[in-house]
């Protein structure tokens, strides 16, 4: 599913977990914690969705935390 297609409160919810993925994680973007993890972008967005047991999600077309 798009992220642009789920409902509001859930893109605010996957925007939380993934900043707080970030801050936990000390990385400035989702492209350097992917390369850090040997992860592609879609990969590590599905994972951080899924240990914050959030609906799974395509990455946004557009995403502040690349």
Known sequence: MRFED?????RAAIEQAVRQFLRENHSVS???????RGLPLPDLW?????EAGL????P?????FA
């Open 6 to 10: 789920l409902p509001p409160e859930t």
């Open 30 to 36: 989702l492209d350097e914690a992917g390369q850090e």
């Open 60 to 64: 946004p077309d557009f995403s502040p």
């Open 55 to 58: 609906p799974d999600s395509d």
């Open 46 to 50: 599905r994972w951080i969705l899924a």
